[in-house]
């Protein structure tokens, strides 16, 4: 069967570093291949690839994330003209939250592609009506109250993205740091080669682990160190891949074996005292939690897990039976962010969407 094309916004609209936009429908990677000369990517590649218009001009230096022939992710510099611009090269409709669909209908389209349980068993809750009795619930309230009620429901629908769309966490640090072995835990297999010999991971390899009601997407990157200007260039392409990788994370994991001294932390980047084992007490210092892929796996496991969870705020259990939770990214952001007035207006859009659809101009 085929399915029309369409593109729309995954990141919230506005603007942004990065944003992304998710090409679906029959035929998306072959529409994307017209706009990367150098060759067709292959489902499964996540990675650098220049964009060009029909001249040949460059549009953006694009990270691409193939999921499937029929689905395409492309992450963008975050100028609206640009996002605009590429919208019209791929040439195809473009699609908003808020279109001639239902609430109902909306979730139950999303159920093929929910990425874990929890995230079904959401969707199956707003395609039964959950969602449009929390939208008219909140109509019926007092500016007051609508306005922390909202509030709570943008923080649900906060929670729903990770579940709709899983994280991108990235391993990263020093050579020799053990981010390949990590890797491989997670991942439950020997999915990269690991060596003693620095600078053994040169690409980024990519796959989708679960850690308790979630899953995430975690990168394995190429190791930093300094390389002259006669070294390795494919190692150095590798480093480049990584830093660009690191720039567009959910969340990064800063490996930092003993002896070396990590970047400061920030709330995208988590420092992990790797190796421990090879440190006197077995300790992190500076209060950073201390692992050991290859002599504690399963500890290792759940600091990991326990540092995703705290870092993006993540419950342990995120489904609740029969609660309403938002599952478009605008409805998200304007239930956390919009003034009674206006957020009144905007749920009584959704609660009524209109008989044609409203072109974004993706600015």
């Known amino acids: 069967m085929n399915e029309p094309l369409r593109v729309r916004e995954l990141s919230a609209a506005g603007r942004g570093a990065i944003r992304v936009l998710e090409l679906t429908g029959t035929g998306a990677l072959?529409?994307?291949?017209?706009l990367a000369p150098s060759g067709r990517p292959a489902p499964g590649e996540f990675g650098?690839?220049?964009?060009?218009?029909?001249?040949?001009?460059?549009l953006?230096?694009?990270?691409?994330?193939?999921?499937?022939?029929?689905?395409?992710?492309?992450?963008?510099?975050?100028?609206?003209?640009?996002?605009?611009?590429v919208v019209r090269e791929l040439g195809v409709e473009a699609v908003e939250p808020g279109d001639s669909e239902s609430i109902e209908e909306r979730a139950a389209a999303r159920l093929a592609s929910a990425a874990s349980e929890a995230a079904a068993r959401i969707l199956l809750d707003q395609a039964g009506g959950a969602l449009r009795a929390e939208f008219e619930a909140l109509l019926a309230l007092g500016e007051g109250p609508l306005r922390l009620a909202a509030r709570e429901l943008g923080r649900r629908g906060r929670i729903l993205r990770w579940l709709l769309d899983p994280p991108r966490v990235v391993?990263?640090?020093?050579?020799?740091?053990?981010?390949?072995?990590?890797?491989?835990?997670?991942?439950?297999?020997?999915?990269?080669?690991?060596h003693a010999a620095a600078g053994t991971t040169r690409d980024a390899v990519r796959e989708r682990v679960q850690l308790g009601a979630y899953v995430i997407e975690v990168f394995d990157t190429a190791g930093e160190r300094v390389l002259a200007a006669e070294e390795d260039p494919v190692e150095g392409a590798g480093?480049?891949?990584?830093?660009?990788?690191?720039?567009?994370?959910?969340?990064?994991?800063?490996?930092?074996?003993?002896?070396?001294?990590?970047?400061?932390?920030?709330?995208r980047q988590c420092i992990l005292r790797s190796r421990s084992d090879l440190e006197a007490d077995g300790v992190g210092s500076a209060g950073w939690p201390a692992i050991s892929a290859l002599r504690a796996p399963a500890r290792a496991r759940e600091v990991v897990e326990e540092t995703v969870h705290a870092a993006l705020e993540l419950p342990r259990e995120p489904w609740v039976?029969?609660?309403?939770?938002?599952?478009?990214?605008?409805?998200?952001?304007?239930?956390?962010?919009?003034?009674?007035?206006?957020?009144?207006?905007?749920?009584?859009?959704?609660?009524?969407?209109?008989?044609?659809?409203?072109?974004?101009?993706?600015?």
């Open 60 to 85: 953006d230096e694009a990270l691409v994330l193939v999921h499937t022939p029929s689905r395409v992710e492309l992450h963008l510099h975050g100028a609206p003209a640009l996002i605009a611009r």
């Open 30 to 34: 072959e529409r994307l291949a017209m």
């Open 321 to 363: 039976a029969g609660a309403g939770v938002p599952f478009e990214p605008e409805w998200t952001e304007r239930l956390a962010r919009d003034e009674p007035a206006t957020l009144a207006r905007a749920l009584r859009a959704w609660l009524e969407p209109p008989s044609v659809d409203r072109r974004g101009p993706f600015a």
């Open 48 to 58: 650098p690839r220049a964009l060009r218009d029909a001249s040949g001009e460059l």
């Open 239 to 267: 480093q480049a891949l990584a830093a660009e990788l690191r720039s567009s994370a959910d969340l990064v994991l800063w490996l930092a074996p003993p002896g070396t001294t990590p970047p400061s932390s920030t709330p």
């Open 171 to 194: 391993l990263a640090g020093p050579v020799n740091a053990g981010k390949s072995t990590l890797f491989n835990l997670l991942v439950g297999r020997e999915r990269v080669v690991v």
